[in-house]
């Protein structure tokens, strides 16, 4: 027997329950991961609070880092012994998790295990938001909501490389530190931003908005904007926004709205390993810095969640079992 965080029925944190299960069997095509740490995300909290439907019992979790234990029929790329990562894993609040081989990241010297369970979603969100949902040239003035999360804190590091201006936004003075640390070059507070955006730039707004944040921040994002601004919105930590009428985006000045997930940008193995490999080789060449902020005993998953929904972490979270 093994264990594993297991939620028996849509409710708060508490839900969240420390059990001994059968260990999982890999498929065809799996790998069976012995798990060394475990990436806690918003979606996680979502699935187990019922926002977002799923069958329980649930053992929640898809992104996790260790070493392959067992190799299911069909596998050639990888071996046991392998160190691996993904986004998405199987139930992977566990000591072992399955994962497709062809969603498993390989993982390269110099990168610890922490690390690397804290790279492959948000920092392949990263990637897809600045290369792919909105291309970010030299020179763009950029303003990007909760700058000192798991996602802004690597999102600023990749665009100040790109020779991006980074605004970005906070709700503390020690978060207003760690987002300054990251590169941004300026950081400001959430009530009254969009005006003090437009001053920053003499009036012109941004070319575009990375908000995450959703409802409490969504239309002063859009007033941040200049003309044909992108309004990139790829989460809703605040809440889900409102139905939009469209000819907001015209009024604005001919916006561009999109809201992208990371499914659609990891739609083959290709570009999963071309997304994974640009942020794992920065990690491993010193380049891009993870801010792990908070580890947890996999048994404590209930209390992590609970101080991830209270904002009272900053960088990412880990489980470890």
Do not use: C
Request: glycine share 12%; proline share 6%; hydrophobic share 40%.
């Amino acid at each position: 027997m093994t264990h594993a965080i297991v939620a028996g029925q849509a409710g708060g944190p508490d839900v969240l329950t420390y059990t001994e299960v059968e260990p999982p069997v890999p498929g065809p095509g799996q790998l069976l991961i012995k798990v060394a740490a475990v990436g806690v995300n918003f979606i996680d909290t979502y699935q187990r609070s019922g926002i977002y439907k799923v069958e329980y019992p649930f053992t929640p979790g898809a992104e996790a880092a260790g070493t392959v234990d067992a190799v299911g029929e069909g596998v050639e790329e990888f071996s046991v012994g392998d160190r691996v990562a993904t986004a998405e894993g199987i139930r992977t609040y566990a000591e072992y998790a399955l994962v497709d081989a062809s969603k498993a990241l390989p993982v390269p010297d110099g990168v610890d295990d922490h690390t690397a369970a804290a790279l492959p979603l948000q920092g392949i969100t990263a990637h897809y938001l600045m290369n792919s949902s909105f291309r970010v040239e030299p020179g763009h003035n950029v303003l990007l909501h909760a700058g000192a999360g798991g996602v802004g804190l690597l999102l600023t590091q990749l665009l100040k490389a790109r020779g991006a201006r980074v605004i970005t936004t906070v709700s503390s003075d020690e978060k207003a530190d760690l987002s300054k640390l990251a590169g941004a070059d300026d950081v400001l507070r959430y009530e009254g931003f969009a005006d003090k955006v437009r001053e920053l730039t003499d009036g012109e707004g941004v070319h575009v908005v990375y908000d995450g944040v959703g409802k409490d921040t969504f239309d002063d994002s859009l007033k941040s904007l200049r003309i044909r601004g992108a309004m990139v919105l790829f989460g809703a930590a605040s809440g889900p926004v409102p139905p939009v009428d469209p000819q907001r985006l015209n009024a604005g000045g001919s916006l561009t709205l999109t809201r992208p997930t990371m499914a659609h940008f990891v739609q083959n193995s290709q570009e999963r390993r071309w997304r994974s490999a640009d942020i794992f080789d920065a990690a491993a060449h010193g380049t891009l810095a993870v801010r792990v902020g908070a580890t947890y005993p996999l048994a404590e998953a209930a209390q992590a969640h609970k101080d991830l929904e209270g904002r009272l972490t900053t960088g990412k979270v880990l489980l470890l079992p």
